[in-house]
């Protein structure tokens, strides 16, 4: 049976693992080898790969596993040169044919027999070989060997060992993988007439109905891998081979038959000499598991050369179907921890059926047992029910691992099967094998076994889905059976030699109920002190297995037993041994252990006076000072400011989407309340970060709080007190809409508990209660923050936040956290686990071996105690003794050897380094005690051994409470008082930051830490009595976290140098060893990698200490290192006052734990990880499925919310178990936010400063940048003279035409252009056009101003007010839109103009329509007579480009709702754009050929459409009897950037100008609209809003007539000679405003009304892109080539002529106009038009039209002519009354080259003007993009 690699996996390792470990426990007696899953699933695996992807053997024998489908070609070994290839002949050239040997003499070996053999090449022959009727089988069908052993009958060559080298020998050609079941197919007989004739088929039992399919066996060699015949074994007295099947065809379960026949067992015992096989349990590669039967005897596997073939016993396996009971993928209905356990529970049985657990069980073991429930039903227990323990976790990890990953759920259970009933038990036995003594078993574990070996077995069915999809494969050749229940017991024995005596498993009994009484009885007896775990498998009468597992071991026991209890009930019984006295045997063993046992003994012969004297300085002389203290807990650092930003942009992107969750633009204030967990400390350590921060200074509310007492109404624990809180902060959200309130949830993981489950406790289910509540959920202006350092409860299935508000801290690992400035480097939890990996010095994480000796042995002696009463009394047992040993006199030296050498030396380090500093700084020293009733107890007893031994001035103990404040003796708040320089007497410190540099012992208890932070002086944590059972990552993280501290980073150090380690510290003359509190191991902040350390290079002197070594006794010397003891005396006497203190800021704390917690965080599992990562998150939630992959070390934190999102949900005791969305996978919280970061990183700073940037952020989104510039050019005489009196209400027509029109241009946005000659302007020589050019393009002055109310915003508002306004109220489909063409003609156009309306069918009443088609008539104007106080009649039209997003369109609160009618004016290429963000807003397209247009065709446009519906309007109105003169005749031109209108308030009486205040648009308009006699105006506007423009307390003329921007009210009657420019791109307002006066219309100016524009960068019409033709990437063009001479080859531009044209006059006019370049006097003469010349070039407008109103040029001499598309009103006799320089400049500008000379011929130009063939130009257009050409001359 071959030996081919065809293609597939080849990974045999556990079965080599689990032979391995089997031949060692069968052939030594004394070692105890390795157990296979600590070889293989415990640890990671490093496997070689081959070149084609397979898995790499040492083994030269591949797996034979059959292929998928198609089966993969099979190529036959090459012959030998020469040799025979005839079919029917051996490669010897011997026949082989049975029809040519029937009638030879045959030589058959002993134990061999004559086979005939099918070859498809000769198929009318039967061909003879012989082979060793060991490896085939009997006439069952059962007993065959793997393998194969034959001759050759023809040449006779012996010792064929593979089938597949025996294929190749006879020649059989095949195609595909020999196998012995598919060619070995008949015995070969005698007859009576002596010749071999054909005889029965070899029965290969199902070979029948697996044909079909193919076999893998991972652990046999390649013959047995590919053969078609069951997966046989070889059972002996301790030699077994474990077969692995491979699933190629995933139908296999349902084609094996059931009803197989039992196998039967060999008899052979092979000698010890024989190899151990090497075959396995758990599938590796593509396999999947299944066991083969084992008996007693048999061969070992048939590759071990040393076995002897003289003897023969064969098995097989029968295949048996998984029952349904397992495989429906049902939970188990107790879940959790608290769930699992019941004393003797179980469901209730037939009457007799129960086990009586006996009578003083536990007082006769010395334990409680536990019974883990497998598989069926356990027995009722009754009787002595309080000392055993029933757990359903184990019942439920199997029915987990049964549930089929969902991926594979679509394709049906049949394909792919979960783990079997058998295969889980036997996986189970090896995994309780494999512990060693001291370990609990633990769910977690079993289950990634379960899933890895499932996932293993199914690895080719798993790739074979992904790749074929959904085609699935044809059937193949058949599959091998799986582990039956027969063969169960016997595996299960034999796994459990490997560990003597650990593991004992119970088969015989017929019924879980006598083999619990059989483990009971062997309990009362004795007779399993040393089992740990008893496995009970049995068949009930319905043939189905049931199991159990007894934990019988003390160690176990007690793990598990504590470990199921819930921290309420751990503090409850803990507290009742306290109280109820069971701890006096304890305290009596203690005192009975001698004299060095008894604390009081002891206690009395210490000399206190002598101790006190030895450690207290002289007090006569002066106290000195240590000038080294310094406390920098509240200064804010980089990285918090920028983890405040994170939070700013989550909140900013909420606000930002489309599901306007949040609008900040209508907050304006900041109010907030900070959620605690009910920690006196933590509390005042919020206030108290609180006060420092400066937010409430930030927010405005530092008026209300004038001290620390005043900042605690913003912070509230979360006890019954904060109800009212919470209701208040609703209450103050009803009435302050406009106000956001951030609730921040600090520490956010304690208590996640439901309302709902909280079982009458008012402590659990309050957070869900009050912050979970409707009207906080529903509050559209409260935005929850939920703070922790432990999100996992928070990132479940059903989490209320969404992964997309979660900010996570910047990681330690991650390049970010380098681009901020830190002066401290965070030292956490996985730096600490690093300093165990490093191998530099002593780690800061360690564990203390004689305490846990110490305490395991009481714990076994004392089994009825909770563990953590025992340890708390050894641990204040140790600390007694240890102070006693330090201060306590030479009588007590010799109690060092009963102490352990961590204890002692911190107490050494406590009590020696105060008394180096001058103010008698320290270290605290942290004693973490969860138990209250623990911890109040050890902190009576140190203080009793503390005062006892006169120490009570050296160091303080302290009682940390949750529920109880600070309490310091006065000494040393004097000195805490004189440290932080507190003048106060009645100050006391609140929180543990404040006992900053005391020397201390902390006592912090409470059965979780509750976010209390320590202080920088931290130097130990003595961790040694928390729970070593709390399998939850939060639990035993957020212990570590306390150690978590900010390395104060020396900024000296150059960048990658070590921090040396200060060893001079340490007292020469000391003697002990155990004083090394210098010589932790010390991080460099410096350096990149946590957890480095170096001894120094240089440290002048060297220390006589090394660091300590636990393996020395603590009373040994050191050896000094120092090569002059007195230079080194003197170096540490003259260090001996220096300040630990200062020194240890650069060095974390060390750090011990329990030992089972200690292998725990440093085990690392396969993925690189702490084993406690694997851990159930948190206690409220539990795992999906058992089929979860591991955490992986290269995930960042968002891909482990997303792990724990995906993989756990939440029990029903978890506040969010309820939020489920219907129909929906998520129902995320939108205003709803979740902050992550380490413990103690800074978290609290961080959320502060958020609340500060947060009210900065919508203080600036209140306020706009607006332009704020003086007026230019304003000492014009006019300004002197008055004409209105300042108290006028409104303008008198007669006095504004009698007012000179101002020509000059006060507008600072017109600060670059030319100056309009006026004969009353005199411009002095600073008047600013002497100013460089590059000044031109800086950014103009803004001022920060707050939006009013009456604000137009932009699209980004979306307040409730103006929702439907918008048309975003979905209750509201109003602002569905209609389509409408209007159709007006023009003579300037030359062609009809279509135009588009987009009307919302909520603004359609604004129109009138005709009757019979709907056809767009025109747009309904009122009458002049028509007045309402909530209706605007001007239509207002606002032109805009580019500015969809950002475009002041949103007039809602600027009218204040009135009734108006308001219409973009959009490009055709915009339309879709602007209709989406504005679907409630009329738009007019422009037609198409203005795409490329600027701003003067779309005031073109808007005006001769306004005059042309005006007609439509007065005939309309005719109709309905009104005249024509009372129609409405006005419309409003507006920018898009005006933003707020202002008045000024005038005195009545005096006159003077008050304060300028806002108003509304409404209130403007309907001012103006009121004005007398206001149809005889053509324009009327209003100034531009300038902060220094208006001073208050003077007259001011009010009204006044000159140059109006911006915002228009436009008279379209009076107007109707006078046309915007539509080819004009600048400068427009300017060129219309001269030619409408220059036709007598009145302008009016309103100057006590202001309009404020807004800067905004983006879009507009002043937008201009010139590039060129031959790409569409802007390319920097000079001015210079925006002209060419016509005919030229030159750089054609993509730019329209007309921009072109402006821009170089603009730029290049002083050159073309040389004798006017800042010269005022000399003006160049315009004609009929103003063009921008420069800021250098002054323009003097004239008009050409008869009657038109000019300034008198008489006398005035012009250095220029400008004639710009000049009509037939210029004429050569207009031309002459005009006088010029000589060699003033002339420029004709016109359309055509035709028309530029008819121009010069019509005006008789030629006679004063001097041309030559050069000075004619074009633009730098293309002939199809129409250039406009100029000529330019000189005066004669």
Known sequence: MGNSHTGHLQSTRFEEMLHNSIEASLRSNTVVPRPVFSQLYLEAEQRPYSNDGRLEEEDDE?????????????????????????????????????????????????????????????????????????????????????????????????????????????????????????????????????????????????????????????????????????????????????????????????????????????????????????????????????????????????????????????????????????????????????????????????????????????????????????????????????????????????????????????????????????????????????????????????????????????????????????????????????????????LAKLATSSCGEGVLVLDTAPSLMEALEDTFHRLMEGRLNRTHYVVIICMNRSQEIESCVVVTGKHQTRALS????????????????????????????????????????????????????????????????????????????????????????????????????????????????????????????????????????????????????????????????????????IQKSKMNPYTLFILVHDHAHTDISSGQYSGGDSSLGLVDSLLNCRQIRDAPNILTLHVTSFPFAFQTQYTRISPYNEIHWPSAFSNDVDLYNEKTKYFGVSELLETTRSGSGLPLLRYDSSFESMAAALEERFPKLQSAVIRTHVLIQHYSMALMATAGGQTLQALQKHISVETLEMVQCLLSTSQRCPSRHGHMLLLRIPSPALAALAHQRLCHVRNRLGLHEQFEIILGDPAAALTVDKHFLDQLRAWLKILDPDWAPRTYLELEALPCILILTGMDPLGESLPRSLKYCDLRVISCWSLQRTALEQELGLAAYLLKAKEDAPHGSHV???????????????????????????????????????????????????????????????????????????????????????????????????????????????????????SSVEWVSSFRPLLSKMMTCTEQSLYYRQWTAPKPDHMDSINRADGRSDNFHPRRLLLSGPPQVGKTGAYLQFLG??????????????????????????????????????????????????????????DDISTIYSPDFNPNADDGKSRRQEDVYLRRRTARIKLSKYAAYNTYHHCEQCHQYMGFTPQYQLYESTLHTFTFSHLLLGEEIQLYFIIPKSKEHHFSFSQSGGQLESMRLPLTSDWSPDTIKSPIFTPTTGRHEHGLFNLYHAIEGAAHLHILVIKEYEMAVYKKYWPNHIMLVLPTIFNGAGIGAAHFLIKELSHHNLELERSRRVDHGSR???????????????????????????????????????????????????????????????????????????????????????????????????????????????????????????????????QIAIGGYGTFIIKTKMTDVPTTIQPSQYICAPDSKHLFLATPAQLLLEKYLQHTSHRLFPLSARNYSYPVLSVDCYLNLGPEVTVCFVSSRPHSINISTTGLLFSGLLLYFCDSFVTPEFLKKFQFLKGATLCVI???????????????????????????????????????????????
């Open 562 to 729: 504590e470990s199921l209890l819930s921290p309420n009930d751990c503090s409850k019984e803990i507290a009742h041994e306290l109280s109820s006295g069971s701890v006096a045997e304890l305290a009596f063993y203690f005192s009975s252990l001698g004299p060095d046992g008894d604390v009081e003994a002891l206690l009395e012969k210490a000399s206190p006076e002598s101790s006190a004297c030895a450690l207290e300085p002289s007090r006569d002389s002066p106290k000195p000072t240590c000038a080294e203290y310094c406390v920098e807990w509240h200064e804010i650092r980089p990285i918090q400011l920028a983890v405040a930003r994170k939070l700013l942009s989550h909140v900013c992107a909420i606000a930002d989407s489309s599901t306007q969750n949040l609008d900040l633009g209508s907050f304006d204030k900041v109010e907030f309340l900070i959620c605690v967990p009910p920690s006196e400390v933590t509390f005042h350590q919020v206030v108290l970060h609180l006060w420092n921060s400066g937010v409430l200074r930030e927010l405005g509310l530092d008026q209300d709080c004038l001290s620390l007492k005043d900042a605690e109404q913003y912070v509230v624990k979360l006890n019954q007190s904060a109800v009212g809180k919470i209701n208040g902060l």
């Open 1524 to 1654: 024509p003169r009372d129609v409405w005749p006005f419309i409003i031109l507006a920018d898009d950037s005006c933003v707020m209108w202002n008045s000024i308030d005038v005195d009545p009486k005096s006159g003077t100008t008050g304060a300028e205040r806002n108003v509304s648009l409404k209130q403007v308009l309907q001012h103006m609209e009121s004005s007398p006699d206001i149809t005889q105006y053509g324009l009327c506007g209003m100034r531009k809003w300038s902060n220094c423009g208006v001073g208050t307390g003077r007259q001011k003329e009010p009204f006044s007539r000159g140059h109006l921007h911006d915002f228009l009210l436009l008279n379209v009657d009076l107007t109707k000679n006078v046309q915007y420019n539509q080819n004009r791109f600048t400068c427009d307002d300017v060129d219309f405003n001269l030619r409408a006066h220059s036709a007598g219309l009145l302008i009016c100016r309103f100057n006590n009304f202001s309009v404020m524009k807004k």
């Open 1253 to 1310: 940037i947060l009210s900065r952020m919508l203080i600036r989104l209140m306020e706009v940048d607006i332009y704020d510039e003086e007026d230019i050019n304003c000492n014009c005489k006019t300004d002197l003279v008055r004409y209105h009196q300042s108290v006028a209400t409104w303008p008198n027509t007669e006095t504004i035409s009698r007012m000179p029109f101002d020509y000059i241009i006060h507008d600072p946005k017109y």
């Open 62 to 490: 591949g797996d034979g596993s059959d292929s998928n489908s198609p089966p993969v070609p099979y190529q036959m070994k090459p012959p030998p040169e020469g040799s025979c290839t005839t079919d029917g002949f051996c490669q010897a050239g011997k026949d082989l044919r049975l029809s040519s040997m029937a009638t030879e003499s045959l030589e058959v070996p002993p134990g061999f027999q004559l086979v005939g053999v099918k070859s498809p090449s000769v198929p009318d022959h039967i061909l003879g070989c012989a082979v060793d009727l060991r490896f085939l089988p009997d006439e069952c069908g059962r007993n065959a060997l793997l393998g194969f052993s034959g001759n050759c009958i023809g040449c006779g060559e012996k010792g064929f060992r593979y089938f597949t080298e025996f294929a190749n020998h006879i020649n059989l050609k095949l195609t595909t993988q020999p196998k012995k079941q598919k060619h070995l197919k008949y015995h070969l007989l005698r007859n009576a007439q002596g010749l071999l004739v054909k005889g029965p088929a070899i029965c290969w039992k199902g070979i029948d109905s697996r044909m079909r399919h193919s076999v893998s066996n991972v652990a046999a060699g390649p013959e047995e891998q590919s053969g078609n015949g069951p997966t046989d074994l070889l059972p002996n007295s301790g030699h077994t081979t474990l077969s692995t099947i491979n699933h190629t065809d995933l139908n296999t379960h349902l084609q094996i038959s059931e009803g197989s026949p039992p196998l039967t067992n060999g008899s052979h015992v092979p000698g010890p000499q024989q190899h151990a096989s090497q075959t396995g349990v758990v599938a590796n590669g593509p396999g999947r598991p299944a066991i083969g039967s084992m008996s007693n005897s048999g061969p070992p596997k048939k590759r071990h050369k040393g076995w002897s073939p003289e003897s023969s016993a064969i098995t097989d396996v029968t295949p048996r179907p998984v029952p349904n009971s397992m495989t429906n993928g049902t939970k188990p209905a107790d879940s959790g921890a608290s769930g699992c356990l019941s004393l003797g529970s179980s469901p209730p049985l037939a009457p007799g059926e129960h086990v009586t657990v006996p009578d003083h069980l536990l007082q006769t073991c010395g334990l409680r047992p536990v019974i883990y429930k497998g598989h069926g039903t356990l027995p009722h227990l009754s009787g002595n029910l309080g000392d055993v323990l029933v757990s359903g976790l184990l019942q439920k990890c199997y029915r987990s691992s049964q549930n089929l990953p969902r991926i594979y759920e679509q394709y049906g259970t049949a394909p792919i099967q979960p783990i079997s009933t058998e295969m889980q038990i036997l996986l189970t036995v090896y995994y309780l094998v494999q512990l060693a003594p001291d370990q609990a078993p633990q769910m977690e574990d079993l289950e990634q076994i379960f899933m890895r070996s499932w996932r293993e077995s199914h690895l080719t069915e798993i790739r074979q889905y992904q790749q074929t999809l959904p085609q699935f494969p044809p059937p193949l050749p058949c599959l091998a059976q799986p582990l039956t229940p027969s063969q169960l017991p016997w």
């Open 1790 to 1836: 016109c359309p055509n080259r035709s028309s530029l000379r008819q121009t010069v011929v019509r005006l008789e130009l030629e006679d004063k003007w001097r041309f030559r063939l050069s000075d004619e130009f074009q633009t730098a257009n293309a002939k199809e993009d129409q250039p406009l050409f100029f000529l330019t001359g000189k005066h004669i």
């Open 1060 to 1178: 040396p380690s200060d060893l001079s510290e340490s007292d020469p003359e000391k003697l002990s060893s155990t004083d090394n509190e210098e010589e932790e191991v010390v991080v460099d902040v410096n350096n990149a990698s946590p957890g480095n350390a170096s001894p120094p290079a240089t440290q002048p002197p060297p220390s006589d200490w090394t660091p300590l070594d636990p393996e020395k006794q603590p009373n040994q010397r050191r050896q000094s290192k120092s090569t002059s003891s007195g230079s080194s005396s003197s170096w540490a006497s003259a260090l001996r006052q220096c300040c630990s203190w200062a020194r240890n800021l650069s060095r974390p704390p060390v750090v011990l734990l329990p030992k089972a917690v200690y292998d725990l965080i440093t085990t690392v599992d396969s993925s690189g990880l702490p084993k406690s990562t694997s851990f159930l998150p948190h």
